[in-house]
């Protein structure tokens, strides 16, 4: 891929200039510019170690410019622009072959591990992404809906790049949620049947409660209400219902989880006695005012952190240490946790609780999702039909469908508010993001049928006199495809999805120019042949752009139907 023949030839130009060290290569930063002007790669490294060269950036651009190695098929010329900025230009060989590199490649496989825009980056280095993982007390909400396209994104992405990458879901079946959850059902079955039972304060409200309490059933939950440990009963009854509801929707989402892990597994395996007895062995456990502390401050933490109460009680903090001990035992090196924004202060204590316990400072990366603002008519929706209080995943998937729900959620950056445009999500045009890239894949689906109808196709080899991409629109579109790669790459490495749907968008948008200003089948077989290439290459990176977003790729839209290619 260019990034790595990029890479490659600034290690050979820095110890060609007397330059070399691995800590220069590090900061190498290559990005593709937004203005054609600028090329089709930049790089600011002369910039950054000017200094500790004692060159001027733009003569150590210039030296750098010198000594990289030349490759005429695949860059067409090396600049040196403003204060040291070194640009390079893709050879016309190079955007000639793309299409064929393309088709040889093809779309990214089921796994996302094979395909044009894969790239072995990380060496099978096994990655663990935590998401949604919401209390199993009610069905999932815009907010799991958003974390669910993210999370599952991000697998993706970090299977394209060469990392070997699992979902996981945890579910919080411990603590004071499922048993007021259980204490809920429990009172609505009760006024079900008539029978006095008070509805516990700050209890699950919702329609969804009084299904939960109308499923179970009547003799069964009677003998339970007159018994001991009622709340149990119906805490267990309804906690499986609604992983249940969580595992369906989350599958027709099209969100994958390796495993579903308990947190009642550490608790009930010893792993939560085990990991407190590890940090004592650690020296970084002590005692105060009766409770049991763990020593975070030594690992930058603001303050120390209580893991055990003086009623001798765990707080949050040591089963969620126990849980990560249980994920580096299971081999990943690395942890992804997708949060709320209402847990950012719990970042901090538990990746220093992590350090004190031994475990590398890097394994924990947290990312937060923020909140999402469903809009309708300009102005925020709050009630569902359905659940009472909130609108559900469910609820979002029958009135957009989940492919247009996971192209909105991915646009936005994810650390960053969402205002979801339900009216503009409805719509079935170019208006709708979504819909313009999947009529875009669609489109070219449906000039293929239409040139196969004449006996043409993209074959991935050329005739003797085919031409080459001469034309600009022809160009332009091959330079964005060319950057798809680089996408991937960026996309995973930043755990940046919203990068996918951004790039889609404007490949779409080139795309439909190339279209209007080169008509695809002719009277010029040769030249139709080529164009056809350029168009199914085109369609394999939609195509690999939406799989990686969990997005498919129709064959055959209304629009498309009627377009003549």
């Given at each position: ?11 050979e130009a820095l110890k060609r200039a007397g330059l070399w060290s691995e800590e220069r290569l590090a900061r190498l930063e290559l990005a593709i510019p937004r203005e054609p002007a600028h090329g089709d790669w930049t790089t600011n490294l002369a910039l950054l170690i000017a200094r500790e060269a004692g060159k001027p950036p733009r003569a150590l651009a210039e030296a750098l410019v010198a000594a990289f190695p030349r490759d005429p098929e695949l860059f067409s010329g090396l600049e040196v622009a403003g204060p040291g900025f070194i640009n390079f230009r893709y050879a016309e060989a190079f955007l000639n072959r793309l299409p064929f590199r393309i088709l040889s ?461």
């Amino acid at each position: 891929m260019v990034w790595s023949a990029l890479t490659d030839g600034f290690a050979e130009a820095l110890k060609r200039a007397g330059l070399w060290s691995e800590e220069r290569l590090a900061r190498l930063e290559l990005a593709i510019p937004r203005e054609p002007a600028h090329g089709d790669w930049t790089t600011n490294l002369a910039l950054l170690i000017a200094r500790e060269a004692g060159k001027p950036p733009r003569a150590l651009a210039e030296a750098l410019v010198a000594a990289f190695p030349r490759d005429p098929e695949l860059f067409s010329g090396l600049e040196v622009a403003g204060p040291g900025f070194i640009n390079f230009r893709y050879a016309e060989a190079f955007l000639n072959r793309l299409p064929f590199r393309i088709l040889s490649e093809g779309a990214l496989d089921g796994t996302a591990r094979r395909g044009f825009g894969c790239f072995d980056h990380a060496h099978g280095l096994r990655i663990q992404v935590e998401y949604v993982s919401a209390n199993p007390t009610g069905p999932l909400n815009v907010v799991n809906a958003r974390a669910a396209a993210v999370g599952a994104a991000l697998v993706r992405l970090l299977n394209a790049t060469g990392h070997s990458a699992e979902g996981e879901f945890y579910v919080n079946d411990a603590g004071t949620q499922v048993d007021l959850l259980g204490e809920s059902v429990a009172a609505r079955f009760a006024e079900r049947v008539n029978l006095e039972h008070e509805f516990p304060e700050n209890g699950y409200q919702g329609e969804y409660v009084h299904d939960l309490a109308r499923e179970l059933n009547e003799r069964a939950g009677r003998a339970a209400l007159s018994g001991n440990g009622s709340a149990a009963w119906f805490r267990d009854r309804a906690l499986e219902r609604i992983l249940d509801w969580q595992r369906g929707d989350l599958a027709e989402y099209g969100a994958e989880f390796a495993r579903w892990f308990r947190e009642s597994e550490l608790h009930g395996s010893g792993e939560v006695t085990a990991t407190l007895e590890a940090m004592k062995a650690r020296g970084v456990i002590f005692e105060s005012e009766g409770a049991q502390w763990v020593r975070t401050t030594q690992f930058g933490d603001d303050k120390d952190r209580v893991v055990v109460r003086s009623n001798g009680l765990p707080t949050y903090l040591l089963p969620d240490v126990a849980y990560h001990r249980d994920k580096r035992a299971r081999g990943f090196r690395h942890s992804i946790d997708l949060w709320g924004p209402d847990h950012h202060g719990h970042i901090l204590p538990l990746q220093a609780a992590l350090q004190a316990l031994g475990i590398e400072r890097d394994f924990l990366e947290v990312l937060i999702v923020q909140q999402v603002n469903l809009l309708s008519g300009g102005q925020p929706v709050k009630m569902s039909k359905r659940a009472g209080e909130f609108i559900t995943l469910r609820d979002l998937m029958e009135d957009i469908g989940a492919d247009c729900a996971k192209f909105f959620f991915l646009m936005r950056s994810t650390n960053a508010h969402l205002d979801f445009d339900l009216d503009l999500a409805r719509r079935q045009n170019d208006e709708n993001p979504a819909y313009y890239v999947q009529y875009a894949h669609a489109r070219i689906a449906s000039i293929l049928r239409f040139a196969a109808e004449r006996g043409l196709k993209a074959d991935a080899t050329a005739g003797a006199a085919e031409p080459g991409l001469s034309h600009p629109a022809e160009q332009t579109l091959a330079r964005k495809l060319a950057a798809f790669p680089e996408v991937v790459r960026g996309a995973a490495l930043a755990r940046e999805p919203h990068r996918l749907p951004a790039y889609l968008q404007e490949s779409a948008a080139v795309f439909h120019r190339f279209y209007h200003e080169c008509r695809v089948v002719t009277d010029d077989a040769p030249l139709s042949v080529a164009r056809l290439r350029l168009a199914e290459a085109t369609r394999l990176v939609l195509k690999s752009g939406l799989a990686l977003m969990g997005v498919t790729a129709p064959e055959r839209m209304e629009r498309a139907a009627e377009t003549a290619p």
